[in-house]
């Protein structure tokens, strides 16, 4: 099973580039500028999200040098990481599309829920946020793609079990899609901060020094199913874990309007990941 899940995709060749001139501290605006221009769907896509709500800038940005200055260059590799991964995992039938898609749903409304937790924390990274909270349920989509027919025995076995998919995952697999997840962002060389928020969003203090940004992620996953946003492959909502709770430090009172939020961002930002 492993072996087979192994046989993952990799990153298209120019966010590898990308990610590599981020982590090159002699790197300049304009070299970041240079490899993404030659790419023009990425292009396309850094400017609709640079211009779209999701940063609210009072003006058009219509230059990608004008984007990186602005945004930064971990955001930008952020961003463009966002947007690459909804293309590596086509779908082979209508079903898995459907299942696929219903996921995805699930994932953007996390990411947007970590993005809105970020800005009442005041979190210096939301975009750093934003991409844990898309990428926090990957190794589902890496199972529905690599082991199909595990994958649709979890789904009876949670619904007809009335379990989480995580609890089905582990009792047919012998791992969660957690664990998978991170091995999929080790493959692709990402950071660790965020393969511990991926691998440990059920359990957000076992992430050790990352355990505020985990902690946000799952504070996410949980109101994107409470809002029916997507699905995470079962129709049940996790328990809020109370020591993730306490880190949060957040009141209660703040949890309606995060929670509007993620409802008034979701169809506007998915427009521009779609």
């Not at 090159?24 to 790419?39: G, Q, V």
């Not at 989509?141 to 995952?169: H, K, N």
């Not at 949060?248 to 939020?261: A, G, H, N, W």
Request: proline share 4%; hydrophobic share 45%; with cysteine.
């Amino acid at each position: 099973m492993i072996a087979r899940v192994e046989d993952l995709p990799t990153l298209p060749r120019t966010v590898l580039r990308i990610t590599e001139m981020v982590n090159d501290p002699r790197a300049s605006a304009r070299d970041l500028s240079r490899i993404i221009t030659d790419d023009q769907v990425l292009t396309a896509r850094l400017l609709k999200l640079v211009n779209s709500s999701f940063y609210g800038f009072p003006q058009r940005v219509a230059t990608v040098t004008g984007a990186i200055v602005l945004i930064g260059f971990d955001a930008v590799r952020n961003l463009l990481l966002t947007t690459s991964v909804f293309d590596l995992f086509p779908s082979r039938t209508s079903r898995d599309r459907r299942h696929q898609e219903s996921l995805w749903d699930h994932s953007l409304a996390c990411a947007i829920g970590a993005k809105a937790v970020g800005e009442v924390l005041r979190h210096e990274k939301l975009e750093e946020l934003f991409v844990a909270g898309l990428l926090h349920d990957i190794g589902k989509i890496v199972a529905m793609a690599q082991l199909p027919d595990e994958f649709e025995r979890i789904t009876v076995r949670a619904r007809e079990g009335r379990m989480m998919i995580s609890e089905a995952e582990t009792e047919i697999l012998g791992c969660t899609h957690a664990e998978i997840g991170r091995l999929l962002l080790n493959r692709w060389k990402l950071p660790v901060k965020l393969m511990n928020t991926i691998a440990f969003h059920h359990a957000p203090l076992a992430a050790g020094g990352f355990a505020l940004e985990t902690s946000i992620v799952h504070l996410a996953d949980i109101l994107a199913r409470a809002l029916q946003l997507g699905s995470g492959g079962d129709d049940r909502v996790p328990p809020l874990d109370t020591s993730a709770w306490e880190l949060l430090r957040l009141k209660t009172s703040s949890l309606e309007p995060i929670m509007s939020t993620m409802l008034d961002e979701f169809e506007d930002i998915s427009a521009f990941l779609r």
